[in-house]
Structure formats: C-alpha cells, structure tokens
Nanobody, 117 residues
Framework: QVQLVESGGGLVQPGGSLRLSCAPSGHFFRIAAMGWYRQAPGKQRELVAVVRNSGHPVYGDSVKGRFTISRINARSTVYLQMNSLKPEDTAVYYC???????????WGQGTQVTVSP
C-alpha cells in the first residue's frame, strides 16, 4: 500500500506564507486527483484545493485568491502555496489522493498549520 508523505506545516504569523508538499512514498498510477483538505478543532473537514489530471484546480471558497495548488504529474506530487494566512486558516491539513476506478481515497497523516501572532 502506498503512503502519502506530507511536509511544510508549522507556525506562522498572520499575513505570512507556508508551502505544503505531498507525494506518494513510491510510484503510483491511476490517479484521478490529488489535493488538500483541512479540519479545525470543532469544525467539519473542508476542501482546500484539488487538482485533477487535466491540471484544472478547484479551490474552497475560503481560500480563493490566497492559496495556489500545483502538481508535478511525473512524481504525483502536489504543492499548496498558502499566502496571506489568517488565524482562521489554523487547522490540520490532510493530503488526499483519489485513485481512478472508484477505489478508496488515500490520506496523509496530516500536518498542523497554526496562524497566530
């Protein structure tokens, strides 16, 4: 079973930036999409950004204009550039990989992003 490896989380001041990365531990094909979700304490998990094989990104409303997702298809690697961070962005961010063919999604272990003065 392939494992998703995440990195880039941490503590940042409001208005700052972070860059998250996620990649499978080994070669993985038959990928429909990869992206990021987040969950803050006491809140539901929400979409942050996903990118499909075509390269077309979809963003959650709360991050549009501030976050940018990109993907290197040859490595099945996704990046999330987070700018103009707000305290409301504080959450655990989970990498997601959606396989082609209807198989169960793969999830990373999560990386903590904390935005605080």
């Amino acid at each position: 079973q392939v494992q998703l490896v995440e990195s880039g989380g941490g503590l940042v001041q409001p208005g700052g930036s972070l860059r998250l990365s996620c990649a499978p531990s080994g070669h993985f094909f038959r990928i429909a999409a990869m992206g990021w979700y987040r969950q803050a304490p006491g809140k539901q998990r929400e979409l942050v950004a996903v990118v499909r094989n075509s390269g077309h990104p979809v963003y959650g409303d709360s991050v549009k204009g501030r976050f940018t997702i990109s993907r290197i298809n040859a490595r099945s690697t996704v990046y999330l550039q987070m700018n103009s961070l707000k305290p409301e962005d504080t959450a655990v961010y989970y990498c997601n990989l959606r396989p082609l063919g209807g198989a169960e999604d793969l999830w990373g272990q999560g990386t903590q992003v904390t935005v605080s003065p």
